[in-house]
Each structure stands twice: as C-alpha cells, then as structure tokens.
C-alpha cells in the first residue's frame, strides 16, 4: 500500500510556464484534496473532489485547476505560473468528508522564478 | 469564517519533560479536531482525532483534549524525546460551501533537547 504519492517531489518554473503536478492514491478513497502551505503558515485548501468527476473550489483556487476522471488519480494544473505560486504543495485524501482523518502524500516543492 | 491559532509557535524544551501545546479556533460549530505531526520537507502525519462529542483521545505518550464550547484543545506530551521534535498542526473540520473543510493552524514547532 503506497497510500498517497505525488510526483514530481521539486520543480523550478519560469513565469508564464504551466505544470501539472501528480496525485494518486490506491486507498479507494472517494474524497480528495490539494493544499498549499507556505512559509510558516497553515495549509489552506486549494481545490477538493468527493469523487470521480466531481470537483469544487477551496479557499485558494484562483491560478489552479483540477480533474478527477478516476477515483485514483487527482492531478493540479498550473496554467501561466507567478512567483505567488512558490509554495509546497500536497495532495490528501479520505474515506469521507468529515469524520475521518485525511491521508496526505510526501508534498512537491514548487519554486516560480 | 473558522479561525485557528497555535501558541506558541516554537518551544525548546530539555528530554524528559513533560510538555503542552495548544490550539484554538473560533467557530465551535465543528466536526472533529486533529492533529497533525509534519517533520521537515516531508507530509503530514495525523496523531489524534477527537470527534466532536468527544473530550479527549490518547495514543501512547500523547494525550489531546477538547472543550468545544471555549474553542479550545490541548495536546500533552509526557516524557518528551529527541524524536518528538518537528512541528505540530492543529486543524479543525467545519461545513463550508457545501462540504467539509479542514481549516489548519500555523503550527507549532517543537525541539527536544537532548
């Protein structure tokens, strides 16, 4: 059970480049989320999905987009990258929304030069 | 709009001592409250879940309480070791826009001095 990964682990981009960054589980986990957390601040939600197809936005969404066509896979778009998105970013997931714990993946340090 | 604060954000404490961290937030209209562990350049690792009927959870040498009605939870470390230092996050589940979201404090960051 690898639980939660994320690839790439570190990525420099130049301003105006896009990326994905890749999530996955292997949990059958139906909720997942991606955060960002910057230096020395709390996590703050970016984008969530309760299942395969259906997405909605968090605090943060403005820069980003998402997709969820498995119930395995959740990947983060970056479309025109800004130094403002130089933050680590993680992927989590849980069995559901409210009452369990979320799983979170090892983190993709993103740098925007 | 949920709030959470952790004081104090960092604590250097000598090995053995017995030590307290603690979280609050503004709305007590939650689900449940944990906390996370997260070692440097690496994931979060949850250590408790207190529902939010519940007062207290414990797992080994970690105990966290929780008083809904003053927005209030404490997480105790007993026997404090070298290995316990990294920082901890408190968070709290709330309903919002339709679903649930995890609102996270900035963390508290723990050294145990050898």
């Known amino acids: 059970n690898a639980g939660v990964t994320q690839t790439p682990k570190f990525r420099i981009l130049k301003i105006g480049q896009s990326m994905t960054l890749q999530c996955a589980q292997d949990?059958?986990?139906?909720?997942m989320y991606w955060y960002r957390q910057d230096p020395g601040m709390g996590l703050k939600l970016i984008y969530y999905s309760v299942g395969a197809g259906i997405t909605d936005k968090g605090e943060v969404p403005n820069g980003y987009n998402v997709s969820r066509s498995t119930t395995e896979d959740f990947p983060l778009r970056l479309e025109l990258a800004a130094p403002s998105q130089t933050s680590v970013y993680f992927c989590?997931?849980?069995?559901?929304?409210?009452?369990?714990?979320?799983?979170f993946g090892p983190g993709t340090r993103l740098t925007v030069l | 709009k949920q709030e959470v604060t952790q004081i104090p954000a960092a604590l250097s404490v000598p090995e053995g001592e017995n030590l307290v961290l603690n979280c609050s937030f503004t709305?007590?209209?939650?689900?449940?409250l944990q906390w996370f562990r997260q070692d440097p350049g690496k994931g979060l690792t949850s250590l408790l879940l207190i529902q939010s009927s519940q007062r207290e959870q414990t797992s080994g040498r970690l105990n966290a309480s929780l008083d809904k009605s003053s927005g209030r939870s404490t997480l105790y470390i007993a026997a404090s070791q070298p290995g316990d230092s990294a920082t901890y996050l408190c968070a709290v589940t709330s309903s919002g826009a339709g679903s649930y979201q995890l609102t996270f404090g900035k963390g508290t960051k723990l050294s145990v001095i050898p």
């Open positions: 989590a997931s849980s069995t559901t929304g409210g009452v369990d714990t979320q799983y």
């Open positions: 949990m059958n986990h139906n909720y």
């Open positions: 709305d007590s209209a939650i689900y449940n």
